[in-house]
């Protein structure tokens, strides 16, 4: 009995939303719980009538498609290096073809892409070099509409295969994928920086200060939270003795900064009036070095990579301090928040 397709009743160059949510599902079940192929899909509302605009929406959504929802199919060739992803990489270049030519300029010198895309039509059936007549569009759409359907149809036989490795083969592949989703959250800043407005439920267009106070506030909440611990109503910082143990940890973290990140600060207010200075390199410095190690201990705890439940876990994440005593008995200060998301 031939083996059923996961995809077999759906619909195509839309690409549904159970569509995505089916591949994702499978790939849950069948090769790890914390992957998924496409993130935050949704479909376009706006339906054109006529078949020139759902040409070019059809170009667009297929393009938006791979690059913001389904970008793991980019990397298919890093995560099943067997050959079996060659049609999907093709109709996936193909995608990129079309939009480049539909939505960027292409310079006058670079006629292997535009010639290319006129052999794209030609072949649709479009009699002239690119599509001007609603009769082209209505060709060029039907194409449009295979290419939707080949693409699904090679995502499924991607995940299919990947879930057919044998256990050393996939467990390499599982860590690539892996890999290369924590990449594109540290490339793609505006991923994290998007999650953490909806967790704080912030304006996306107008607090890009205050995520960024939350990101830089990873390499000082803790010291703040220390200086301001309280028990009894009395504040521990005014005491000598919880005053050195907190600053000696200071310390120590300082010189972890310097090994880690090349940062040769002399003491806690340094750092202060540093981040205060220059807190463009404190973000790039947290992208670069820092959110990939958060990443994964979120998965860890979380058991998923999607976007806004790291996001969560992570911005969420205490410690438990053991401050340094004099008579070697360890002070712990726990629940100590590594972000400050209050101010």
Known sequence: MAEKNLLDSLPGILFADDQANKLNEYVK?????????????????????????????????LYKLIKDSGWVLEKSDKILKDGSVKALKN?????????????????????????????????????????????D???????????????????????????KLDEAKRKVAITTWTEEIISRYVKERNLFQYSINIYQ??????????????????FINDYYCLRNAEKNGILLYSLPKYK????????????????????????????????????????NLFFEKVLSELIKEAVKETGTLEIDTVCEYILDKTITVELKNDDAAPFKIENVKCFDLDG
């Open 29 to 61: 079940e069948n090769i790890d719980g914390s992957l998924f192929l496409f993130l935050h899909y949704t479909q376009d509302t706006i339906k054109p009538y006529s078949y020139d605009g759902k040409y070019i929406m059809g170009v667009s959504n």
């Open 91 to 135: 109709y996936i270049n193909t995608i990129h073809l079309l939009r480049e030519v539909q939505n960027h300029n292409v310079r006058a010198d670079n006629a292997i892409r535009l010639q290319a895309a006129e052999k794209w039509w030609s072949d649709a059936g479009v009699e002239s070099q690119r599509p001007e007549s609603e009769e």
């Open 137 to 163: 569009y209505q060709k060029a759409l039907s194409e449009l509409e295979k290419l939707g359907k080949s693409l699904i149809k090679e995502s499924e036989y991607f995940v299919k295969n990947v879930s």
């Open 201 to 218: 439920k912030y304006s996306a267009k107008h607090e890009r200060k205050k995520w960024n106070n939350v990101i830089v506030s990873y």
């Open 244 to 283: 050195k143990m907190v600053d000696g940890y200071t310390g120590s973290k300082l010189n972890l900064f310097k090994v880690k990140y090349g940062l040769n600060l002399k003491n806690i207010d340094d750092l202060i009036d540093d981040i205060e200075c220059d807190q463009e390199k404190y973000i």
